[in-house]
C-alpha cells in the first residue's frame, strides 16, 4: 500500500471514527431528554420545579397569577395531576429571560394540554408541533365558557349591580375604563383573570391607575 493509498484509509477511518461520535453524543443528548424527571413542587397554574430544582414553565399555556380570578384553580388542578410525579420534557427551550420552557408529559398524557382543555389557563402562540392542537382546543373552550372563560369573565357585574365601571387592560398594560355612555361599553368584557376589575365609581378607577375611555360621550 503506498503513501497516498495509507492517506486516504487514515482519513476515511478517521472521519468514520468522527461520525460515530457525534451520532453517540446526539443519541445520549436525545436518550436524556427522553428521562423521566421528578417534580419537586408546583410553582401556581403554569410552573413546576424538577429535581434539579430548575423552574418550567409549560409551553404554550398562560395561567392567572394567584391573586386573580382562576389562579387557585390552575393551581390546585397542576397539583392533582403533578404532584410528586415523574415527567417527560419535551420541546424545550428557554425563555426571553433564560427560563426554561416546555412540553410536559405524564404516562404519554400532554399535561400542557390537559390544562388548556380545563379552561384555567389561556392559549399562548408558539411554534412547536402541538401548536394547531392546542390553538383548535382553545377555540373550542372559549366558545363553551369553560374555566376561566366563564368564572372569570363578565359582561355584567351581576353580583353587584350598583358597581357598573368596567376597568380594562390593553396588550400594552394601559389601563383604560369605561362608562355606559362610552361606545363600546356593551361589548368590553372584564377580564378579571387578568386583573381587569369593576368599579363603583370613577374616583376608584382612577385611583387604581384607570383612565377614562376616550370614545365616550360627554353628558
Known sequence: MNFYKQKTV???????????????????????SENLTKILAIFDGDTVVIENKTRVRLREIDAPELEYCGGKEAKTMLKKLLTSK????KETVPDQR???????FLNGKNINLLMLESGLVRYHHDKTIYSDLM?????????????????????ENKKNPECFIKGNIDEKGKKI???????????VIVEKDVGEEWFCNEKEAIEKGYQKAKTCFKI
Open 86 to 89: 415523574q415527567v417527560i420534557l
Open 10 to 32: 487514515f482519513l476515511l477511518l478517521l472521519l468514520l471514527f468522527i461520525s460515530v461520535g457525534l451520532n453517540f453524543s446526539l443519541y445520549k443528548k436525545f436518550k436524556k
Open 98 to 104: 433564560g427560563r426554561m420552557m416546555a412540553y410536559l
Open 177 to 187: 375604563y369605561y362608562l355606559p355612555n362610552c361606545a363600546q361599553y356593551q361589548f
Open 135 to 155: 390553538k383548535k382546543t382553545w377555540e373550542k373552550v372559549k366558545e363553551n365558557r369553560l374555566g376561566i372563560y366563564g368564572l372569570c369573565w363578565e359582561k
